[in-house]
């Protein structure tokens, strides 16, 4: 198995219960307007064509649909689209729903306004060289938006998360932000693909639902971020 291969077989292996955890009906709400307060103050206003790469259960390609935009998600593990592509399914003027690698996304250059993600980029292959493919998809003076933290300080070998015979040293090599301890290193790799106006912003709001009603299994209560830029 390469290294891809392995990945997409975790969150295949995972996404039932990471969906079931995502759509938790006593959080859903509350969720679901914070984050539409976050993605709406990071793009500019709908609607605009978006590119939500590694899109897992569609959470955010839900989302900013719902705020008007014209949105593709796209997604290497089959049972992350499966999910996906049911959420997407129940809603009006809901995303595409398409197989398709982060890293190299399969569209012509200048397609999007917009590139999003949510929870990818520690586990992403060549990050500085996915941002860049992003960016060649922007229109002038579009926007790159990722949200992430610093999950895994101290190694993947020592997370509560069962990642045995997925995330072995194989891909952990291959993923340079991983175990990042500071989300400066995000920040830089957005910089060094050379986006402008690079910026970071705290999202004191997840952080306090997180707070209220408890953060997912192995996982620990902590800030997470938003980091932007334009091309």
Not at 24 to 43: G, T, V
Not at 72 to 100: E, S
Not at 126 to 133: D, F, H, Q, R, S
Request: hydrophobic share 45%; charged share 15%.
């Amino acid at each position: 198995m390469t290294t891809q291969d392995r990945i997409n077989a975790y969150w295949t292996g995972r996404a039932p219960g990471y969906d079931e955890y995502q759509q938790r009906s006593d959080r859903l709400a509350a969720d679901q307007q914070a984050w539409s307060a976050i993605w709406a103050q990071a793009l500019p206003p709908a609607p605009l064509n978006v590119l939500d790469v590694g899109t897992g259960t569609g959470q955010v390609a839900i989302v900013l649909a719902g705020l008007g935009h014209r949105v593709t998600g796209i997604d290497l593990a089959d049972g992350m689209l499966d999910r996906a592509r049911q959420h997407a399914a129940a809603m009006a003027n809901g995303p595409a729903i398409r197989r398709g690698d982060a890293v190299c996304p399969d569209f012509p250059a200048a397609s999007f306004d917009a590139v999003t993600s949510r929870y990818l980029m520690w586990t992403l292959r060549e990050p500085e060289t996915a941002v860049a493919n992003w960016a060649r998809l922007l229109r002038p003076g579009g926007t790159v938006a990722v949200v992430d933290s610093t999950w895994f300080p101290n190694g993947l070998d020592n997370a509560s998360e069962n990642f045995v015979g997925f995330y072995d040293a194989q891909v952990q090599s291959a993923l340079p932000l991983a175990t990042a301890k500071s989300i400066d290193h995000t920040v830089a790799v957005l910089a060094r693909a050379g986006l402008a106006e690079v910026t970071v912003t705290p999202l004191t709001s997840i952080f306090e639902l997180d707070r209220q009603y408890g953060v997912a299994p192995n996982h620990e209560h902590q800030m997470q971020f938003l980091v932007t830029g334009r091309v």
